[in-house]
Each structure stands twice: as structure tokens, then as C-alpha cells.
Nanobody, 126 residues
Framework: VQLVESGGGLVQAGGSLRLSCVASGFTLDYYAIGWFRQAPGKEREGVSCISSSDGSTNYAESVKGRFTISKDNAKNTVYLQMDSLKPEDTALYYC????????????????????WGQGTQVTVSS
């Protein structure tokens, strides 16, 4: 399994970015893809996740109403649309995947995810 993130960059506070996570090498029928972030000197934090079976989603409280996760099955890509960005959103953003039963809801718990991308840097200036 390979995950490749892109779309990071430098943006002013209040601006928007869209991150992409392209997945390849999947052998699972049912899985979740999550977005996580890690700022310097801080622990990795769960941001959002989406289920492959029904597209159900989950968000961290800190990004609810500002970030939107979505998927394009034809392109094997999961997106994270980030609006109303704040300086505290500055971090290295990773996508990750794990198996997920079709009736289960995904959770943004980093330790439960098996495969990780290399990350894309998001920097929000004040």
C-alpha cells in the first residue's frame, strides 16, 4: 500500500487549501482513510477520516465546520478541503489507512492506522 499526499503550502490566515491523498496497492475491500497532523514539538493529532463503504466521516472538534473530507473512488483519492485556516493549523499533514468493517465508523486514532504517507507541509501565516 502506498499513500502520497500533496497540496500543502503557505497560506494566510483565513485562506484555503485542498490536500490530496492518492492511494495505490490496495487489497482491502473495506477501509478507512484518515488525515492526521503534527506540529513541531507536539503529538500527532487526528483531523478527519472517511469510510470507503458508505463515505461516513468523522472530524476532530478543532476542525469541524472548517475542514471537509471527501473521496473520489475512480481516482483512488481522498481530499481534505481546509477553509478558514488558522495559524494553529500549521503542521505536517499525513494521510493513513486501515481496514474498517463496512458497518463501522472510522475514528481518528493514529495508533489504529497501518499505512502512512510521507506528509505535506501546511503553513498558515497570521
Amino acid at each position: 500500500v502506498q499513500l502520497v499526499e500533496s497540496g500543502g503550502g503557505l497560506v494566510q490566515a483565513g485562506g484555503s487549501l485542498r490536500l490530496s491523498c492518492v492511494a495505490s496497492g490496495f487489497t482491502l475491500d473495506y477501509y478507512a482513510i484518515g488525515w492526521f497532523r503534527q506540529a513541531p514539538g507536539k503529538e500527532r493529532e487526528g483531523v478527519s477520516c472517511i469510510s470507503s463503504s458508505d463515505g461516513s466521516t468523522n472530524y476532530a472538534e478543532s476542525v469541524k465546520g472548517r475542514f471537509t473530507i471527501s473521496k473520489d473512488n475512480a481516482k483512488n483519492t481522498v481530499y481534505l478541503q481546509m477553509d478558514s485556516l488558522k495559524p494553529e493549523d500549521t503542521a505536517l499533514y499525513y494521510c493513513a489507512t486501515r481496514p474498517l468493517l463496512p458497518w463501522a465508523h472510522c475514528m481518528v486514532v493514529a495508533d489504529s492506522y497501518d499505512y502512512w504517507g510521507q506528509g505535506t507541509q501546511v503553513t498558515v501565516s497570521s
